[in-house]
Each structure stands twice: as C-alpha cells, then as structure tokens.
C-alpha cells in the first residue's frame, strides 16, 4: 500500500523556505505513531529539512542528485518507478510518502491512502500539497484534534482511502 503523509494549511501550504511554518508537537507525534516500523519515502530538500534518518524506519531518499552524501542507513533511488515496483512486488507492505512537494505531486496519482493533519490556518509558504479530487477519496477517518499551549491551532487527523 502506498500512503501519503502530509500536514498541511487550510491554503495547502506544507512549507516555507524547506521548512515548516508551524510548531504542532501533537502532529509530529501521530507522524511517529502513524509511520513507526515502516519505510518513509521522501524528495532529497525533505531529508535534508530534517537533518537526519528517522528512527526506527526504513529511510528512503529520491534524488537524481549523483553527489548528495547520505548516512549509510539511508536508501537513495532515483525515480518514482522504483517505489511503484516495491509497491506492486509487495502489496501487503505500507510504504509512506513524506513529502516534499514535488514528491506528493509525483506519487498523488499512485496514492491508496491519504493521512492529512489539516491545520484550520492560512499559512504563508512557498511549498504547496497537490489538490486532489475528493470524488475518487472516501474520507473514513476524522479526528479533531486538541487545541492547547504547545499545539496553538484548531487541526484536524484525516484519512482517505481511495475508491476503487
């Protein structure tokens, strides 16, 4: 199954400047439950935002980029088709899309889940989540999440399953 992990702004706005524009520690928190025990599939600008492997996962780079440098424990592949083959070769694996842009642009069509935070702001930023037809996803999860002190805006955990 190929699933595609993204927090986003009510504008779509998943970045600013290779970064995210928000602080939302619940969000990251459900990133770690959600993609635990699995290979993470991101573009070479999201590995290099977080500055390291993440544990306990599978980390995969795409790049084309012949002398980037990455950690031993880091897989680097150099197209989408790649991941599209495990994908077929092993259908009972989850493999998740992290981002960047580009990335959720390129592997949008493939997708069989989507698990969004959906942050209820506006957010100014330079990197934006694909619009996606609602019409081929069934929503069939919706959890509000818990506004507070260290989370400071309304968000909600979505998942949609594409319809078949």
């Known amino acids: 199954m190929l699933s595609i992990v993204v927090a986003m702004g009510r504008n779509r706005v998943i970045g600013d400047n290779n970064k995210m524009p928000w602080h939302l520690p619940r969000d990251l928190q459900h990133f770690k439950e959600t993609t635990i025990g699995h290979t993470i599939i991101m573009g070479r600008k999201t590995f290099e935002s977080i500055g390291r492997p993440l544990p306990n996962r599978k980390n995969i780079v795409i790049?084309?980029?012949?002398?980037?440098?990455?950690?031993?424990?880091?897989?680097?592949?150099?197209?989408?088709?790649?991941?599209?083959?495990?994908?077929?070769?092993?259908?009972?694996?989850?493999?998740?899309?992290?981002?960047?842009?580009?990335?959720?642009?390129?592997?949008?069509?493939?997708?069989?889940?989507?698990?969004?935070t959906l942050i209820?702001?506006?957010?100014?930023?330079?990197?934006?989540?694909?619009?996606?037809?609602?019409?081929?996803?069934?929503?069939?999860?919706?959890?509000?999440?818990?506004?507070?002190?260290?989370?400071?805006?309304?968000?909600?955990f979505l998942q949609y399953d594409r319809l078949n």
């Open 63 to 116: 790049t084309t980029n012949e002398q980037i440098h990455l950690p031993e424990t880091v897989e680097k592949i150099n197209d989408i088709q790649t991941v599209l083959n495990w994908n077929q070769d092993h259908p009972d694996e989850e493999y998740f899309i992290i981002g960047g842009g580009m990335i959720y642009k390129q592997m949008l069509p493939y997708a069989d889940r989507l698990h969004i």
């Open 120 to 156: 209820d702001h506006d957010f100014q930023g330079d990197t934006f989540f694909p619009d996606f037809d609602r019409k081929v996803w069934n929503l069939t999860k919706k959890t509000k999440g818990e506004k507070n002190d260290k989370n400071p805006y309304d968000y909600y």
